[in-house]
């Protein structure tokens, strides 16, 4: 089974506090992606990789970084958290020729107080 | 740019009855296209994709979704909705590079 790995499930961070979202997938993937998802919205892609240290701009890049030091980890960093960041955040993983199936994590639910 | 749009936010359906969900997409080429699953606190779970061939495909859960180029369209269906099909389902077209552009989504209820 392929398994997608976000290690904080729940977060609670004060406005200004430097975050870090955490993924790991173990399916040896190329491709890996962070998304937000709020309600009416569907999900919003923030960044994705393609390769270790290789990173893309999604749709929504502003207030969020990412770092890739190693192919199965891909890391999600707001930089000064605020409360329109709060959301639930979605890491995702595939192999990556177009059109395969990718597989998501649980969620990290990140509340900015 | 692609665009996903899933006209209903809320449907809800009888446990027994039939379902469809509905899902139009805005793309230049031919689309891969998506539903996923997602139960509440859950990640999301892929039901079926479309890649090409056959426009019914069958997915898990005794989901289907039918490809109709003509109307841009890419409907799921179930002929009878359990209880536990309750969730939120998000239609999905594939772009280059194994991206995927979401619908906003539409949550089923269903009523026993």
């Known amino acids: 089974d392929v398994k997608v790995t976000q290690s904080s499930r729940y977060l609670v961070k004060r406005t200004g506090e430097k975050v870090f979202l955490e993924c790991v997938q173990d399916?040896?993937?190329?491709?890996m992606f962070w998304y937000r998802q709020d309600p009416g919205l569907g999900l919003r892609l923030i960044y994705f990789?393609?390769?270790?240290?290789?990173?893309e701009k999604g749709d929504i890049p502003e207030g969020y970084s990412v770092s890739r030091e190693k192919k199965e980890r891909f890391s999600l960093i707001l930089e000064s958290a605020s409360t329109n960041q709060t959301s639930m955040y979605l890491c995702?993983?595939?192999?990556?020729?177009?059109?395969?199936?990718?597989?998501f994590g649980e969620g990290s639910w990140l509340t900015v107080v | 740019a692609q665009s996903v749009t899933q006209p209903d936010i809320h449907i809800t359906v009888s446990e027994g009855a039939s379902l469809e969900l509905r899902c139009n997409y805005s793309?230049?080429?031919?689309?891969?296209l998506f539903w996923y699953v997602q139960s509440p606190g859950q990640g999301l779970q892929l039901l079926l994709k479309?890649?090409?061939?056959?426009?019914l495909v069958q997915g898990i859960k005794g989901f289907e979704a039918e490809f109709k180029r003509s109307q841009s369209s890419f409907n799921l269906r179930k002929p009878s909705v359990h209880w536990s099909d309750a969730a939120e389902y998000f239609c999905?077209?594939?772009?280059?590079?194994?991206?995927?552009?979401f619908g906003a989504g539409t949550i089923l209820r269903v009523k026993s």
């Open positions: 995702a993983s595939g192999f990556s020729s177009s059109g395969n199936t990718i597989y």
């Open positions: 399916m040896d993937h190329e491709n």
């Open positions: 990789s393609y390769d270790v240290k290789m990173k």
């Open positions: 793309y230049g080429a031919t689309p891969y």
């Open positions: 479309y890649f090409s061939g056959d426009t």
């Open positions: 999905a077209v594939g772009e280059k590079g194994n991206k995927l552009v």
